[in-house]
Each structure stands twice: as C-alpha cells, then as structure tokens.
C-alpha cells in the first residue's frame, strides 16, 4: 500500500480511504494505535499474520499487545469509501479534521496533517532515504 492521500473527518467522524488503498485494505479492515503518534489500519489478511504472532508469544509476553488489541476497531467501508474512526481513537492521536492518509506497504496510517508534514519532511530527506536504501542492502 502505497501514497499519500490529504482528506477531512467530517462531522460524524467520517473518513474517506482512497479506491487504491480500499483496494488492498478489503472492505473491512481494524484500525488500531501503534508506537507512533497516528492510527493504523491492517488488512484482515495483515490483521491475522499479527494474531498469530502474538498466539505464538508465552502469555507474559502477549500481554505486552493488550493496548493495541484492546483498542482496536473493526471499520466496514461504507458505499461512499468512508470508514467511522471511534472518538476514543480519533482523540488517542489527536485526529480533528485534517488527516493524511498514508500508505506504508503492508499498512495504512491516519496522521494529522500538521504532524505528517514535519515525520515527512524528516523522512524524506537524502540522508534518511540513504540510510534506508543501506538497511535494505539495496
């Protein structure tokens, strides 16, 4: 999943996703917090890997998964393209109307836009893009 898409939550907490990223995403998909400052969308495919992960964890480890899996949020795409990001969620990250919707390969993350710009303009830089393509060995 790929691209970065500016888009506005509207009064009921509306959201729209993208026809490429709904594409990937599936019709329904749980939007969950993560260790970043914005929420993050898995595909039920994605959303599966991650359960088995954690099932295969000792019980004193899975625990350490419980704020990410007690938040989470099954979204069903409206016929509009929209999901309902829950208040709860929407206020964890500080999301109130201006959101970019990012692509990130095997996820989705719903950023406020004022935040992504400055994550991007880091991300974005020379320097960091070679140090990503060095990590990769690429």
């Known amino acids: 999943m790929t691209g970065i898409y500016e ?4 009064a009921k907490g509306r959201l729209f996703i993208p026809s490429s990223l709904r594409d ?18 898995f595909s039920n495919k994605s959303w599966e890997r991650l359960l088995e992960k954690v099932e295969a964890m000792p019980i004193r ?8 899996f007690s938040n989470a949020k099954k979204c069903d795409v409206d016929s509009q393209g ?7 969620l929407r206020d964890k990250k500080g999301l109130v109307k ?5 692509g990130v390969g095997t996820c989705v993350q719903f950023w406020d836009t004022e935040k992504f710009r400055i994550i991007d303009e880091e991300e974005t830089s020379p320097e960091n893009i070679a140090l990503v393509l060095d990590e990769l060995d690429f």
């Open 82 to 88: 929209r999901i309902t990001l829950p208040q709860n």
């Open 61 to 68: 480890k899975q625990v350490k998964a419980r704020g990410m």
């Open 7 to 10: 888009h506005k939550i509207d």
């Open 98 to 102: 201006d959101v970019t919707v990012v």
């Open 24 to 41: 990937d995403l599936g019709k329904d998909f749980h939007v969950t917090i993560t260790d970043e400052d914005c929420l993050t969308a």
